[in-house]
């Protein structure tokens, strides 16, 4: 069975930063191409691929929005996967959830389906 727990989430003011961990319970987590998508609050919001990381840690992809503020990484020993953000802005508000995937997730663009996900942690960023 795959659990993803997310944990790290919280309230900061505009500018500040937050690191997001995810503990993985999979089975051989360095085969797992890893990554974490987030949904703003509000009707019509979809779910949107933040930052996806090779299964060996490299190479990384982000969405444009997040650039040059979060990173994303993992440890495979420990089967944790992580996301540092700085700088962040109230459009930075949402749910965030951590992916898990044996398709090449960074390579290609996956469909939702093709993901495990974590129950979500709430990032929330005031003005």
């Known amino acids: 069975q795959i659990q993803l727990l997310e944990s790290g989430g919280g309230s900061v003011p505009a500018g500040g930063s937050l690191m997001l961990s995810c503990e993985a319970s999979?089975?051989?987590?360095?085969?797992?191409?890893m990554g974490w998508f987030r949904q703003a609050p509000g009707p019509g919001k979809d779910r949107e691929e933040v930052a996806t990381i090779h299964e060996s840690g490299t190479p990384t992809r982000y969405a444009d929005a997040v650039k040059g503020r979060f990173t994303v990484s993992r440890d495979n020993a420990k089967s944790m996967l992580y996301l540092q953000m700085n700088d962040l802005q109230p459009g930075d508000t949402a749910t965030y959830y951590c992916v898990a995937s044996l398709r090449p997730c960074v390579e290609e663009i996956l469909p939702e389906s093709a993901y495990w996900w974590g129950q979500g942690t709430q990032v929330t960023v005031s003005s």
């Open positions: 999979v089975y051989n987590f360095p085969v797992w191409c």
